[in-house]
T-cell receptor, first 111, second 114 residues
Framework: GEDVEQSLFLSVREGDSSVINCTYT??????LYWYKQEPGAGLQLLTY?????DMKQDQRLTVLLNKKDKHLSLRIADTQTGDSAIYFC???????????FGKGTKLSVKP | EPEVTQTPSHQVTQMGQEVILRCVPI?????FYWYRQILGQKVEFLVS????????KSEIFDDQFSVERPDGSNFTLKIRSTKLEDSAMYFC????????????FGPGTRLTVL
C-alpha cells in the first residue's frame, strides 16, 4: 500500500537553510503536500506541489519534486526559531482525497 | 480567515463509554475527514464524508465508529464503546471543490481512555 517516509529529526542554527526530505510510494498522487504542526496545535497546510512540476517557490519555502525517485523535499531559507515544529509530508491516498502522512520531521532551530 | 474548529480540546473517558467528538468545518466546504494520531505515530486517515454519506473509510474505522452531519454546520465522530487503544489526537479536516484538495485541519481533540 501507499507509504510516506521521512527522517525523524533535524537540527539547524538560526539563519541557516533547512532541508526536510520525504519519499513516497504512490506515483499517481496528483498533488503532494507539506504540513506544519506546532506544539499543541493542529496541522497547518504550508504548501503543495502539482505532480507535473519539479519545483515550487513560495517566499522562504522551496519544494523540489523528483518524480522518478519519488522524492520530495522542503527547503526553508533563513530558518528562524519560529520555524521549530514538526513537518509532515503527505500524498493523496484514495479516490476521495484522503491524505497519507509521513511520521513527521521534528525541526529544532538553535539560536 | 475561516478555520475548522473542534470541541472539546481534551476528553477523558472510561473504557467502554461512548464519546462524541465535534467539528465545525469551514462553511462552504463540501468534503470532510477525520484523522487520528496516536502519540508518537503517524497521522492516520479514518473516514471521508461527502454529500451526506461516507465516501471512503480505512480499516481502523470499524463498527465502533460512526460519523454524522446532523445539521448544516457540525460534523461529528462517535466512538460507541471506547477502548484503551482509542486514546489519540483526533483531527477533523475539510476541503472545498478545488482540484488541489487543500485540506484544512482543526486543532484536534485529545481523547484519553482510562
Amino acid at each position: 500500500g501507499e507509504d510516506v517516509e521521512q527522517s525523524l529529526f533535524l537540527s539547524v542554527r538560526e539563519g541557516d537553510s533547512s532541508v526536510i526530505n520525504c519519499t513516497y510510494t504512490d506515483s499517481s498522487s496528483t498533488y503532494l503536500y507539506w504540513y506544519k504542526q506546532e506544539p499543541g496545535a493542529g496541522l497547518q497546510l504550508l504548501t503543495y506541489i502539482f505532480s507535473n512540476m519539479d519545483m515550487k517557490q513560495d517566499q522562504r519555502l522551496t519544494v523540489l519534486l523528483n518524480k522518478k525517485d519519488k522524492h520530495l523535499s522542503l527547503r526553508i531559507a533563513d530558518t528562524q526559531t519560529g520555524d521549530s515544529a514538526i513537518y509532515f509530508c503527505a500524498e493523496i491516498g484514495g479516490s476521495q482525497g484522503n491524505l497519507i502522512f509521513g511520521k513527521g520531521t521534528k525541526l529544532s532551530v538553535k539560536p | 480567515e475561516p478555520e475548522v474548529t473542534q470541541t472539546p480540546s481534551h476528553q477523558v473517558t472510561q473504557m467502554g463509554q461512548e464519546v462524541i467528538l465535534r467539528c465545525v468545518p469551514i462553511s462552504n466546504h463540501l468534503y470532510f475527514y477525520w484523522y487520528r494520531q496516536i502519540l508518537g505515530q503517524k497521522v492516520e486517515f479514518l473516514v471521508s464524508f461527502y454529500n451526506n454519506e461516507i465516501s471512503e473509510k480505512s480499516e481502523i474505522f470499524d463498527d465502533q465508529f460512526s460519523v454524522e452531519r446532523p445539521d448544516g454546520s457540525n460534523f461529528t465522530l462517535k466512538i460507541r464503546s471506547t477502548k484503551l487503544e482509542d486514546s489519540a489526537m483526533y483531527f477533523c479536516a475539510s476541503s472545498g471543490t478545488s482540484g488541489r484538495n487543500e485540506q484544512f485541519f482543526g486543532p484536534g481533540t485529545r481523547l484519553t481512555v482510562l
